[in-house]
C-alpha cells in the first residue's frame, strides 16, 4: 500500500505543477495586454484627458506611473485640475484592490 500512497503522491504533485504553470501563463498572456505606463510627460490638458481617459484591458484603471509636467510660462489650471481627478480615481482604485487582494 505504501507505494501506491507514494505514487499517488507523485502523480499529485506533478498534477499540481502542470496546474500552476498553466496558470502561470495564463496570467503572463494576460498581463501582455496591458497598458499602464511607468512614467508619463504632460505638456498640454487635452493630451493628459486623453491619456487619462483611456482605460487598461487588465485592471480597468489606467496607471500613468510618474508624470512628469511641462508647464509654459504660465501652468495650466486646468492641467492641474486633471492631475488631481486622475489622482483621486488611482487612490480609489488601489483602495479598491487592496480589498480585492494582489493582482499581479
Avoid at 20 to 27: P, S, Y
Avoid at 48 to 75: K, Q, T, W
Wanted: aromatic residues 6%; contains cysteine; negative net charge.
Amino acid at each position: 500500500m505504501s507505494g501506491t500512497g507514494s505514487s499517488l503522491r507523485r502523480r499529485l504533485v506533478k498534477a499540481e505543477q502542470q496546474l500552476a504553470d498553466q496558470a502561470e501563463r495564463a496570467h503572463r498572456a494576460w498581463l501582455a495586454n496591458c497598458n499602464c505606463k511607468d512614467q508619463t510627460f504632460v505638456d498640454y490638458a487635452k493630451n493628459f484627458e486623453e491619456e487619462m481617459n483611456l482605460r487598461c484591458p487588465c485592471h480597468g484603471f489606467r496607471r500613468l506611473g510618474e508624470i512628469v509636467r511641462f508647464d509654459r510660462a504660465h501652468p495650466d489650471a486646468r492641467l492641474t485640475e486633471l492631475i488631481a481627478t486622475y489622482e483621486a480615481g488611482l487612490a480609489q482604485a488601489e483602495s479598491e484592490q487592496a480589498h480585492v487582494g494582489p493582482e499581479s
